[in-house]
């Protein structure tokens, strides 16, 4: 047989029909969905008179919109509340499981997919939600849809795809102490571009993605849809399996052990052979800060604003001109010299506990700088539990940060947490476009450690040579 | 879904790379349950300032443009989140073709099961419309999905390329849905082989 990527595989296990010419289609195991992209798809069912094929395989949760605060209290904007009675009631209609505002189980789509065993390897996973490449950190092929693609689903529990392209991100080396997951996938960004794997389905492999943790392994996966791929995909290991075993969904005793030997065959034949490849040195990676208004506009932390002049093409020059014009930065500013207002610590690339415990140790004994606000945002009910019982809610408190009910909160800033015009912000979320986290805002991405130092200083610093004076 | 053969109308330039769907529609207009009603929205940020005045600058401001159903743009258009509100938004406010170099998938894709035609072109054919705009050259343009190609009427002709299938799903406004449904059988047998431990049970979870 031919030698196949781990995608080709997973791929091939799904398509149940492939008429020449047409798009595959392809077998969905897993679909969440959640209150913002899934209202016009069931009204969509309605009118045609079409049920939900398969409720057991869809799982509902409330992130984008859900308020952070006291979660005792009504939701007090009218047109959230509405979107989430409107998911509650056609989960309700449709027999669909839902976690609710008010469920221990709720969190982010992304966060709790993970946390609860339903992303296994092997699944083709979808949602509406373009950061369904996260769950691919388990080797399944997991990608983001569009509403009138969620309806597909709901009605088929299949999709029509054509067959994506295959690119391997090769990570080699071992990254230096103070850098992370989050700098690794900021860095390919910077040097491949917001196009750069469009098309195609990223696998990540090579020693550096070998030695992450799961949860590092998601922050990659995770803002693959950056880079442009439809999804990005490690091959499942032992390290997948030790983080499975027990989730409340995953296979349990035998049938585990039976699963493990299944999902140990979806790892790339030897010769087999991707459309495109990229190499990258851990050990040549420093800490990432962007400074535009898309997440390739970003620079070791080391560097400099730089100079739209020193950009080769028309369009770039134009593009950085007009990013530094929303930023409100100068060519040649010293990254670590700019100023903070905000620090958010949260979202589904980075509010998992691995990530609140990073930056705890950030953070303890320390005091956030008096000119900044902070916040921290767990990605779930869960994380925010774990992370009580270890204690490191008291740390951020003790710091001054703010500590929160689970959400999408200021990633997005659908809810109430957002930035004031001008005000500037170091992120640990994927996405700095304008205004994304509240008009007029601004934002820079970094990783929960750059953060949390970040915030302690009131500006970015160099963690691999950070020494807080007190 | 509405079909689509042919199509004439005003050209709107864009000059920006990397417009993402933030832009194209922010998000505090996705909260609305209907798929209608976005056209009011669509680049809200950039069309109206702080308090809600129109920017005479922006491009689909200006009087030039009013009326254009044909929006030119650069590469990576519609990057970033996968809301399908952006191509509603388009559709709402009159757009039925966007022309670019490249486009993100998950935006490309949206566009096709809401009627609208994303037609990517070389970089150097779009320098050529962006040219032909300012100069007036080009003021509409005539696309026709059936012969695949583009003129203005006055001396630009191009051929586009777009994936065979979609075209024939666009020229006849499909509902895919119903071709998928056709395949019932494979999807049942499908069903029947699926490993017992990718099911979910009720009463498995928190
Ligand atoms: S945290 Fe941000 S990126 Fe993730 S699902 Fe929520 S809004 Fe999307």
Not at chain 1, 365 to 382: H, I
Not at chain 2, 76 to 94: I, Q
Not at chain 2, 124 to 148: A, C, G, S, W, Y
Request: proline content about 5%.
């Amino acid at each position: 047989m031919k030698p196949r990527t781990l995608f080709e595989k997973v791929w091939d296990r799904h398509v149940i029909d492939q008429e020449k010419g047409k798009p595959a289609i392809l077998y969905i195991d897993l679909h969440l969905i959640h209150e913002v992209t899934s209202p016009q798809a069931f009204e969509g069912l309605r009118l045609n008179g079409r049920k939900v094929r398969r409720p057991d395989l869809t799982v509902a949760t409330m992130d984008h919109n859900v308020p952070t605060a006291n979660r005792n209290l009504p939701v007090t904007d009218g047109t959230s509340a509405k979107q989430m009675d409107t998911l509650a009631q056609n989960c309700r209609d449709f027999g669909i499981r839902l976690y609710d505002l008010h469920d221990p189980g709720q969190g982010i789509v992304h966060v709790i997919g993970p946390e609860l065993g339903l992303t296994l390897p092997g699944k083709t996973i979808v949602c509406g939600d373009s950061h369904t490449s996260t769950h691919g950190a388990f080797g399944s092929l997991a990608f983001g849809i569009g509403t009138s693609e969620v309806e597909h689903v709901l009605a088929t529990q299949c999709l029509q795809q054509l067959k994506p392209d295959t690119m391997e991100v090769h990570v080699k080396g071992s990254l230096p102490p103070g850098v992370t997951a989050k700098d690794v996938i900021l860095a390919l960004i910077a040097k491949i571009g917001t196009d750069g794997a469009t098309g195609t389905v990223i696998e990540y492999t090579g020693e550096a993605i070998r030695n992450m943790s799961m949860e590092e392994r998601m922050t990659v996966c995770n803002m693959s849809i950056e880079a442009g791929a439809r999804a990005g995909m490690v091959a499942p290991d032992e390290t997948t399996f030790r983080y499975l075993e027990g989730r409340p969904f995953a296979p349990k005793g035998e049938a585990f052990e039976r699963a493990k030997e299944d999902w140990l065959e979806l790892r790339t034949d030897e010769g087999a052979v991707y459309d495109r490849r990229v190499e990258l040195d851990a050990s040549q990676i420093a800490p990432q800060v962007t400074w535009g208004t898309s997440p390739g506009m970003g620079t070791a932390v080391t560097g400099r604003v730089p100079d739209p002049e020193s950009f080769p093409t028309e369009t770039e020059k134009k593009s950085a001109k007009r990013a530094l014009e929303y930023m409100g930065l100068t060519p040649g500013t010293p990254m670590t010299e700019i100023p903070l207002d905000r620090v958010f610590i949260g979202s589904c690339t980075n509010a998992r506990l691995e990530d609140l415990r990073a930056a705890a140790r950030v953070v303890k004994g320390r005091k956030v700088n008096p000119r900044v606000r902070a916040m921290v945002v767990p990605g779930s009910q869960q994380v925010k539990r774990q992370a009580e019982n270890e204690g490191l809610d008291r740390v951020f408190l003790d710091a001054g940060f703010e500590w929160r009910e689970s959400g999408c909160s200021m990633c997005l800033a659908m809810n109430d947490d957002t930035l004031k015009e001008g005000e500037r912000c170091a992120s640990t979320s994927n996405r700095n476009f304008e205004g994304r986290q509240g008009r007029g805002g601004r934002t820079h991405l970094v990783s929960p450690m750059m953060a949390a130092a970040a915030a302690i200083e009131g500006h970015f610093v160099d963690l691999r040579n950070w020494n807080p004076e007190d | 879904m509405e079909a689509f053969t042919k199509h004439t109308g005003k050209v709107v330039p864009l000059d920006r790379a990397n417009v993402d769907t933030d832009q194209i529609i922010p998000k505090q207009f996705l909260k609305r349950v209907e798929r209608t009603g976005f056209g009011q929205y669509l680049f809200y940020n950039w069309r109206f300032d702080m308090n809600g005045n129109p920017d005479p600058e922006f491009e689909l401001n200006r009087e030039e443009y009013a009326g254009g159903t044909i929006l030119l743009t650069r590469t990576n258009f519609g990057c970033g989140s996968s809301r399908e509100h952006a191509p509603w938004a388009l559709l709402d406010f009159g757009f039925r073709v966007v022309i670019a170099p490249t486009f993100a998938d998950i935006f490309y894709n949206n566009c096709f099961k809401n009627g609208i035609l994303p037609i990517r072109l070389p970089e150097k054919t779009v320098d050529t419309l962006f040219q032909r705009i300012e100069t007036k050259e080009t003021r509409t343009l005539t696309v026709d999905l059936e012969e695949t190609r583009i003129s203005d009427g006055n001396g630009f002709t191009t051929d586009f390329e777009v994936e065979p299938y979609r075209r024939y799903c666009l020229l006849n406004g499909l509902d895919d849905i119903a071709i998928t449904l056709q395949k019932e059988e494979q999807i049942h047998s499908y069903e029947e082989n699926i490993p017992q431990y990718y099911r979910i049970e009720k009463e498995q979870g928190v």
